[in-house]
């Protein structure tokens, strides 16, 4: 079984940065692909971003390319989102994600993933 467990979350002013941290236990994460998903009130679960179980394929969605990045340390079983220059429509409960599949396609659909992580509040004050 797989378990992953985001950190990182918080409150921070728009323009402001966060990283969230994943970290994942249970199986051999360097085999799994993962993905960022977020979810706001009352909106349905949208996707963030995703990296291939080597890293080398990422995917993000439109409205955080060139402000979000995605990675990982196979190595610590870790995964992360680095956020810069948040809006006041990025707030939400973001979600880890993991897929036994080296490289979800599409990446942005959420059934492909099997295992999620409890989640953690983001917050941009303005």
């Known amino acids: 079984q797989v378990q992953l467990v985001e950190s990182g979350g918080g409150l921070v002013q728009a323009g402001g940065s966060l990283r969230l941290s994943c970290a994942v236990s249970?199986?051999?994460?360097?085999?799994?692909?993962m993905g960022w998903f977020r979810q706001a009130p009352g909106k349905e679960r949208e996707f963030v971003a995703h990296?291939?179980?080597?890293?080398?394929?990422?995917n993000y969605a439109d409205s955080v390319k060139g402000r979000f990045t995605i990675s990982r340390d196979n190595a610590k079983n870790t995964g992360f989102l680095q956020m810069h220059s948040l809006k006041p429509t990025d707030p939400a409960v973001y979600y880890c994600?993991?897929?036994?599949?080296?490289?979800?396609?599409?990446?942005?659909?959420?059934?492909?993933?099997?295992?999620w992580g409890p989640g953690t509040q983001v917050t941009v004050s303005s």
């Open positions: 249970g199986r051999t994460f360097s085999s799994y692909a």
């Open positions: 990296i291939s179980s080597t890293g080398g394929r990422i």
């Open positions: 994600a993991a897929t036994p599949l080296r490289r979800a396609i599409p990446a942005a659909t959420a059934t492909l993933y099997d295992y």
